[in-house]
T-cell receptor, first 116, second 109 residues
Framework: DADVTQTPRNRITKTGKRIMLECSQTKGHDRMYWYRQDPGLGLRLIYYSFDVKDINKGEISDGYSVSRQAQAKFSLSLESAIPNQTALYFCATSGSTSGVAMNEQFFGPGTRLTVL | RKEVEQDPGPFNVPEGATVAFNCTYS??????FFWYRQDCRKEPKLLMSVYSSGNEDGRFTAQLNRASQYISLLIRDSKLSDSATYLC??????????FGSGTRLLVRP
């Protein structure tokens, strides 16, 4: 079984709709991240969380919100989707081990979101 | 200047060749760096972490040049299966990763 899972894997929605992307992990990691990837722009950080009660904005948080419901779950919401939020979204986790390796991030399989 | 810059490529090399990519970064305080491999429409997968001057794993060698602020990835004896996009990342002071846009490698028969 995959250590980091994302649902849904693909989603097509319409402008103005609310949508939630979910991420779960069985790695026992404390830290979780949401990224989006666009062609030519690489991975950009949306939000991140280092603990259940910790939420931090990343580089491009406008138009998004997150919820860390438990150590193993981190969800990303688009309150009112718009076409330029069409992208590939990745969840990542890190931090179960001590030392420098705790900074290594491991990614889920991604969610391909299309906003029409 | 972008925080982490990579030549987008593509680097087109024959099987068996040695190929190297560079990744430059703008923050001299960066301590930790990572190379990820990403296949088309798939998630990035950690290839190598670099915390000191370099790291080696089989055919893959990463070297860090702090004076010139770049990190390189060398792939020896290229295989067809090495064809992918290689992402470089540095860790910032808040333990976040800053990614480059990636370098595409094509290994031909």
């Amino acid at each position: 079984d995959a250590d980091v899972t994302q649902t849904p894997r693909n989603r097509i929605t319409k402008t103005g709709k609310r949508i939630m992307l979910e991420c779960s992990q069985t790695k026992g990691h404390d830290r979780m991240y949401w990224y989006r990837q666009d062609p030519g722009l690489g991975l950009r950080l949306i939000y991140y969380s280092f603990d259940v009660k910790d939420i931090n904005k990343g580089e491009i948080s406008d138009g998004y919100s997150v919820s860390r419901q438990a150590q193993a779950k981190f969800s990303l919401s688009l309150e009112s989707a718009i076409p330029n939020q069409t992208a590939l979204y990745f969840c990542a986790t890190s931090g179960s081990t001590s030392g420098v390796a705790m900074n290594e991030q491991f990614f889920g399989p991604g969610t391909r979101l299309t906003v029409l | 200047r972008k925080e982490v810059e990579q030549d987008p490529g593509p680097f087109n090399v024959p099987e068996g060749a040695t190929v190297a990519f560079n990744c430059t970064y703008s923050n001299s305080a960066s301590q930790s760096f990572f190379w990820y491999r990403q296949d088309c429409r798939k998630e990035p997968k950690l290839l190598m972490s670099v915390y000191s001057s370099g790291n080696e794993d089989g055919r893959f060698t990463a070297q860090l040049n702090r004076a010139s602020q770049y990190i390189s990835l060398l792939i020896r004896d290229s295989k067809l299966s090495d064809s992918a996009t290689y992402l470089c990342a540095r860790m910032d002071s808040s333990y976040k990763l800053i990614f480059g846009s990636g370098t595409r490698l094509l290994v031909r028969p």
